[in-house]
């Protein structure tokens, strides 16, 4: 039953990128339209000439920035206030998502004319628009500068999305779109604890892109959020995030924090172990691979020291890395602590750093931690 339920979950999560894809290609199919013409249409304001510049909201930058500059921002502003009200929501979420317009777009309060009519929704499709367009403006409040009045919003934004993430559970488009609204408020440092949990509770639940990505900014050495995460399902369905593409960098980051209080369950997981030698015998997301080998030699205990390094493969992960040394800082910390564990470790890849040696002499930083690793 669970597993079949995971399907469903994975299936929808699935559609949702496609669609991200999907609205990619619909911005290249849109017609341009001049900015003269859209300036016709902004007065004529009749029902073609509405539709034609809420179409126009959602294609090319260039485009979009046009609208901006010839008041798209007030037009789909007075829409709020009429029939067209769709027509507004859409169009102002397109527009609000170029930073140029959060002025304008604070001037006019629409963040708080958005926290009141948030609620006054017709149908479920209705509250999804509305809370898709609270999460563009979230990014607006996140980014400014910290005031009696925007600490009062940004709590206020984040009850309206726990809400409706707790009165509809079952609504994975609701879901998603509050996910995006929390996802908004990461830098938010008062809500971050519940965040944490709210993350951790909702994983595996079809909206696990949105999620992982909330737990990437979210996510440090702090160890509270890691035992947190621990008792969670992450680690079960950890091997299933590294399978997919758009999951793989934000999961290994996890994976390095995690690594730092329960490297046991990493090592001991071959699931996992398989899925992170796939990625970095890709040569993909080396960076993250390079911490993640730190955090688990440096946490493991000695009696698996060892057998990380050959199960990993990591000294010939690093005779690769070292042929360009593109990861300067993280390739010397490793080879640091390899050297200090058991200097015969990196006997093999001596040769590879006199090269590299040779052609660092004018860079007097890099020079001296080589320096360290070859004595």
Known sequence: MNSLLYQKRE???QKIRRNEKEKIFKEKRIPQISKEIMLDLINNKDQ????????????????????IQIGGIQFFYELLQSKEKTNALIGLGNLCSEKVVQEEVLE???IDYMIDEVHRYKNLEDLSLRLWFLSVLAKFNRDTQNG?????????????FWMYQKKYPDILKIQQECFHGFYALTKV???QNELMELCCNNLNKGIDNIILKILYYLINDYVKFVKILHESQFIQFCAKHLQ????????LRILYYYAQYYVESIINNKEIVNQILIIQNSQKYQKQILLLHYAMLFKSPNSQFMSIIKEFEIINNLKILLENFQYEQQ????????????????????????RIYEIKKDNEKSLRKLQLILD
């Open 189 to 191: 440092t008062f809500i």
């Open 331 to 354: 390739i010397l910390c490793l080879l640091a602590l390899l050297k200090q564990t058991n200097k015969d470790l990196i006997k093999e890849l001596i040769p590879d750093l006199e």
């Open 108 to 110: 006019l309060k629409i």
């Open 244 to 251: 997919i593409s758009s999951r793989q960098k934000y999961t």
């Open 48 to 67: 073609e000439s509405i539709n034609r510049l809420t179409d126009a909201t959602a294609g090319s930058k260039e485009q979009t920035q046009d609208l």
């Open 148 to 160: 009696e009045n925007i600490i009062v919003q940004r709590e206020k934004l984040f009850n309206i």
């Open 11 to 13: 299936c929808f999560s």
